[in-house]
């Protein structure tokens, strides 16, 4: 597949078919994830495949899901932008659902060289950005054989390691459920963005 088509077709979904991923799909994207640039180039990241249904559960008691749309909800986007409000609406509702039903649940963890409450400067965070370099590959390469997810972003990590085991030294980056797209997932619309607005040359 070209690259343009791979980038195109990466997209964020939170409802999944029932349909089995090879084994080959999911190690291949985690190999491609771990040749993402590295800020100390040691690559310190880790992968753990949750499967267990119990555990899956555990992981959406670690934070306050709400699972329906309600005025207090409407009320809390209503400043936003049209299409940040539409996904938020969409999104807020199906975290739990999409942690407990999708095929595969990946939490990808990284070792800090600052923990993120710690950090002062943009330097503090290079750890945190290459995770996501990592990330971003492994998503990639999942959508190069029509395997999609979305990234949820805990908010409450201590609990999340807490419930996976995870050392304290080491820190969780994401939470993401992957697998096929099911017939009726939501797929927002994407901003569409002048190129010629965002780049500046030598000064804003």
């Known amino acids: 597949m070209e690259f343009k088509q791979v980038i195109d077709k990466r997209r964020s979904i939170r409802e999944f078919s029932n349909e089995i991923i090879p084994n080959e799909i999911i190690m291949e994207a985690l190999h491609n994830g771990l040749k993402a640039p590295s800020y100390n180039h040691l690559k310190q990241w880790d992968f753990i495949m949750v499967r267990d249904p119990k555990i899956k559960l555990a992981l959406t008691q670690t934070e306050e899901m709400i ?12 400043d936003y932008e049209n299409l ?6 969409d999104a807020i509702p199906k975290q739990k659902r999409m ?7 990946l939490v990808v963890v990284y070792k800090p060289k600052t923990p993120v409450k710690d950090s002062h400067r943009i330097y503090d965070l290079n750890c ?9 590959n492994i998503l990639l390469s999942l959508a190069e054989h029509d395997v999609l997810g979305v990234t949820f972003i805990p908010k409450n990590t201590d609990k999340v390691k807490e419930v996976l085991k995870v050392p304290n ?12 797209k099911d017939k009726d997932s939501k797929i927002i619309e994407q901003k569409e963005i002048d190129l010629k607005t965002r780049v500046h040359v030598n000064a804003w």
């Open 128 to 136: 945190l950005a290459s995770v996501w370099c990592c990330i971003e």
């Open 67 to 78: 699972e329906e749309v309600s005025t207090d909800l409407i009320h809390a986007f209503e």
């Open 84 to 89: 940040a409000r539409e996904m938020y609406l």
């Open 169 to 180: 030294e080491l820190e969780v980056a994401a939470i993401i459920p992957f697998g096929y």
């Open 99 to 105: 942690i407990l039903t999708a095929p595969e649940l």
